[in-house]
């Protein structure tokens, strides 16, 4: 059975930082790149970052640039998203996925080309 896990969301003040970690099982990431993605309440799910198989290809968008970095390790068969300087904008239910039609990051994200979505995990930043 394959299940992805999202963990490592929480409340976190303006400014603060987070890493959000996506565990897969059943299922061998490590052909594929994954992508991070993120809704906001009322608001369509947007593409947030990937990283590709090499780990060479990545993708942020442009509003996290900068103060997101995305990692993985293949012995781990996870992926990590590490965030900083983090502002109420930021504030979303965060899910992973793995681009089974791809090992490289293509600039847009393609939604429809990523499976196995975990539940997601919150990240709510507020004073």
């Known amino acids: 059975q394959v299940q992805f896990e999202e963990s490592g969301g929480a409340l976190v003040q303006p400014g603060g930082s987070l890493r959000l970690s996506c565990a897969a099982s059943?299922?061998?990431?490590?052909?594929?790149?994954v992508g991070w993605f993120r809704q906001a309440p009322g608001k369509e799910r947007e593409a947030v970052s990937c990283?590709?198989?090499?780990?060479?290809?990545?993708y942020y968008a442009d509003s996290v640039k900068g103060r997101f970095t995305i990692s993985r390790d293949h012995l781990e068969n996870t992926v990590w998203l590490q965030m900083s300087s983090l502002t109420p904008h930021d504030t979303a239910v965060y899910y992973c996925?793995?681009?089974?039609?791809?090992?490289?990051?293509?600039?847009?994200?393609?939604?429809?080309?990523?499976?196995?979505w975990g539940q997601g995990t919150q990240v709510t930043v507020s004073s």
């Open positions: 996925a793995a681009n089974t039609m791809r090992s490289v990051c293509v600039s847009p994200l393609r939604q429809y080309e990523y499976d196995y």
């Open positions: 059943g299922f061998s990431l490590a052909g594929y790149a």
């Open positions: 990283v590709g198989s090499s780990s060479g290809s990545t």
